[in-house]
């Protein structure tokens, strides 16, 4: 057996989010189709450095298989790219260790958030981008962004639905840039909560509109408590950009 790894991109509205799931389409449950078409109804699991939810989009995943078959490395990229549907593209096909997995051997990954400050709604946009048509200091957002930075519990910015029980994490970058009516939001770090990356930038929007003090982020991480953070920003302006080894 060979274990190859891939670097794949998806366009996350039609999926149902990463992970398999019974009678809903997402993105592994194409991917082990395409593998089972290439293994003659074998089924081959494909494991992610981690699961995006619906909606969520992908520039950079990671993925990991198994395979007895002795196809040339450039021809795997070929075979799976003609299998697969038009949302999903392998981007670069590797040879992997033996024990490499995308999940754990993950060192820290990045994403982005896009908004789309405008009060004109974009068609071409409303499935790539969050549409925010009201006013924002960018000042206090820029004041709010180092309190993120570092070690924390980040319990205040992970949904309560997870059954994570440490929720120390460490975010070593966070940065928000302007490309024309775009803004966009860099998260890196080590490690990721369910929704966490959705919800600061909920609150980093609050924090610009007014409605949270960027002094106040320290308080919120310390009362370990959803309820005192921001909204939660809508999935489709949410990018898995990059997955570090």
Same mark, same amino acid.
């Given at each position: 057996?060979?274990?190859?790894?891939?670097?794949?991109?998806?366009?996350?509205?039609?999926?149902?989010?990463?992970?398999?799931?019974?009678?809903?389409?997402?993105?592994?449950?194409?991917?082990?189709?395409?593998?089972?078409?290439?293994?003659? +109804?074998?089924?081959?699991?494909? #494991? @992610?450095?981690?699961?995006?939810?619906?909606? $969520?989009?992908?520039?950079? !995943? &990671?993925?990991?298989?198994?395979?007895?078959?002795?196809?040339?490395?450039?021809?795997?990229?070929?075979?799976?790219?003609?299998?697969?549907?038009?949302?999903?593209?392998?981007?670069?096909?590797?040879?992997?260790?033996?024990?490499?997995?995308?999940?754990?051997?993950?060192?820290?990954?990045?994403?982005?958030?896009?908004?789309?400050?405008?009060?004109?709604?974009?068609?071409?946009?409303?499935?790539?981008?969050?549409?925010?048509?009201?006013?924002?200091?960018?000042?206090?957002?820029?004041?709010?962004?180092?309190?993120?930075?570092?070690?924390? +519990?980040?319990?205040?910015?992970? #949904? @309560?639905?997870?059954?994570?029980?440490?929720? $120390?994490?460490?975010?070593? !970058? &966070?940065?928000?840039?302007?490309?024309?009516?775009?803004?966009?939001?860099?998260?890196?770090?080590?490690?990721?909560?369910?929704?966490?990356?959705?919800?600061?930038?909920?609150?980093?929007?609050?924090?610009?509109?007014?409605?949270?003090?960027?002094?106040?982020?320290?308080?919120?991480?310390?009362?370990?408590?959803?309820?005192?953070?921001?909204?939660?920003?809508?999935?489709?302006?949410?990018?898995?950009?990059?997955?570090?080894?």
């Amino acid at each position: 057996m060979q274990r190859y790894k891939c670097i794949i991109s998806y366009d996350g509205t039609q999926f149902a989010g990463y992970q398999v799931q019974p009678s809903k389409r997402t993105v592994q449950g194409e991917i082990e189709k395409a593998l089972r078409k290439i293994h003659k +109804d074998i089924d081959v699991k494909a #494991s @992610a450095s981690g699961r995006t939810d619906a909606g $969520v989009h992908a520039r950079g !995943q &990671v993925i990991h298989f198994d395979s007895p078959l002795r196809i040339p490395l450039a021809k795997w990229k070929v075979a799976l790219n003609t299998l697969l549907p038009d949302d999903i593209a392998i981007i670069r096909t590797e040879l992997a260790a033996d024990d490499f997995h995308a999940r754990f051997d993950a060192k820290g990954k990045e994403y982005r958030y896009f908004v789309h400050r405008s009060d004109q709604r974009d068609p071409f946009k409303r499935h790539y981008a969050y549409q925010y048509p009201y006013d924002l200091d960018l000042k206090k957002i820029n004041e709010a962004i180092p309190f993120l930075i570092g070690e924390h +519990d980040f319990t205040s910015f992970c #949904s @309560a639905k997870t059954d994570v029980v440490d929720k $120390v994490r460490e975010i070593s !970058q &966070v940065e928000m840039l302007e490309e024309g009516d775009m803004l966009i939001f860099r998260f890196n770090g080590n490690g990721f909560l369910y929704n966490m990356v959705r919800i600061l930038v909920g609150t980093l929007l609050e924090v610009g509109a007014g409605d949270i003090s960027p002094a106040s982020i320290p308080e919120i991480l310390e009362r370990k408590d959803r309820s005192y953070a921001g909204k939660t920003a809508p999935a489709h302006g949410l990018y898995l950009w990059e997955v570090q080894y």
